[in-house]
């Protein structure tokens, strides 16, 4: 691929964003309802093929049980503010009303200094299992080890290990690293791990047995890490390298297939129609449900990097409110903006393109159309 000179010392590739590409029509159509979004990950199946983010803005067990019941995924966030307290209702509507950003980082980070509390992460996961829907619970790579049997003795049907950048080899001469292959070697559920952004990355992380890896870091809405930290990878290139390299893993390991899923840059309905595009086969969704008129942000979003107590690399960033969780996902759409009916979108967008399953749509052609979004 062509490097570009950046100055005489250093070169670098071109990358993408969801907004510098589009999606190009066929010769063929079809009729919106012959297609099919549907997702299967490990024994799992789910009509909507999406993760809700493991953020308290956005899932907390009541909306992993309704989000559950539209017929996707939602990932309960085991070191948020439903491990910590016991009721943390107070505590959400607090951080919605703070009208300064530097304060609410600030009290961001004096609210998260609670302890979790293991005993309430075996309580949050039994509230989503009794529901009946598949129950899906995150923890970061520097929690597993101490957590995560508590995790699997509640019952947690899908197990993910979320960060901003999670590799299969982390070096750390202050504590013994989490070996991630024996780590889900000895699980009995499917493990989702990411982000990652590079084609290496993405197949260090196959290799450890994963189901699926997440795409992607620093460009979430609510994310500053590029400021922070000068970090980003734009998201049609990371997805587009990581299904490479999956390509590439089931080569080499007699067709074992691995779940590729986009995490961060898609906030509107036209960006799952890219990332799929690119070779996702799921989305993981924040900002767009942090609009839910029922999310527990109340209009507000943000994550666990703002709240890090030495060097936050997000903010509580006000989204406002658009509709109903079922309508953001389902519609009908009062907007046209593409904040509403996202999976109505993407399955015009695959009709209008003449495709009929997610995966024959990863083969769709694309074009380079810098700012072809709305933003």
């Not at 009509?47 to 953020?55: I, T």
């Not at 959400?92 to 509390?117: N, S």
């Not at 890490?225 to 390509?247: C, E, F, N």
Request: hydrophobic content about 45%; glycine content about 10%.
């Amino acid at each position: 691929m062509t490097e570009i000179e950046i100055g005489r010392g250093k070169r670098g590739r071109r990358a993408y964003a969801f907004d510098d590409i589009a999606v190009v029509p066929s010769r063929r159509t079809r009729d919106p309802k012959e297609v099919s979004i549907a997702w299967q990950i490990d024994a799992y199946r789910f009509e909507l093929p999406f993760l809700a983010a493991p953020m308290d803005s956005v899932v907390s067990p009541a909306q992993a049980i309704a989000i559950g019941r539209l017929g996707g995924l939602g990932v309960l966030n085991l070191e948020g503010l439903w491990t910590r307290y016991e009721d943390p209702e107070p505590l959400l509507a607090e951080v919605a009303a703070l009208a300064d950003e530097h304060a609410a980082t600030r009290r961001l980070q004096e609210i998260y200094a609670e302890p979790i509390k293991p005993e309430l992460i075996g309580q949050r996961i039994k509230e989503v299992r009794e529901s009946g829907v598949v129950t899906a619970a995150a923890l970061s790579p520097q929690r597993t080890a101490e957590f995560s049997k508590a995790v699997v003795d509640a019952g947690v049907d899908v197990f993910v290990i979320r960060g901003t950048t999670v590799s299969a080899e982390h070096v750390s001469g202050a504590a013994e690293p989490l070996n991630l292959k024996q780590f889900i070697y000895e699980l009995d559920v499917p493990v989702i791990v990411g982000g990652c952004a590079t084609y290496t990355a993405a197949l260090h992380l196959m290799r450890t047995g994963a189901a699926g890896v997440l795409v992607g870091f620093g460009g979430g809405a609510a994310h500053t890490t590029r400021a922070v930290l000068g970090i980003q990878v734009p998201m049609a290139t990371a997805v587009a390298d990581v299904a490479a390299a999956r390509r590439d893993y089931m080569d080499e390991s007699g067709g074992r297939y691995v779940h590729v899923i986009a995490d961060g840059g898609v906030g509107y309905s036209g960006d799952l129609a890219k990332a799929v595009a690119c070779g996702a086969d799921a989305v993981m969704i924040g900002a767009a449900l942090a609009r839910a008129t029922d999310a527990p942000g109340r209009g507000h979003h943000w994550g666990m990097e703002a709240v890090h107590d030495e060097l936050p690399r997000g903010k509580r960033v006000h989204l406002g409110t658009v509709g109903t969780t079922e309508e953001i996902l389902l519609g009908p759409s009062h907007t046209p903006d593409g904040t509403m009916n996202l999976f109505g979108a993407l399955r015009r967008a695959m009709a209008t393109t003449g495709y009929s399953e997610l995966k024959e749509f990863q083969r769709v052609e694309v074009t380079v159309a810098p700012h072809a979004g709305h933003r």
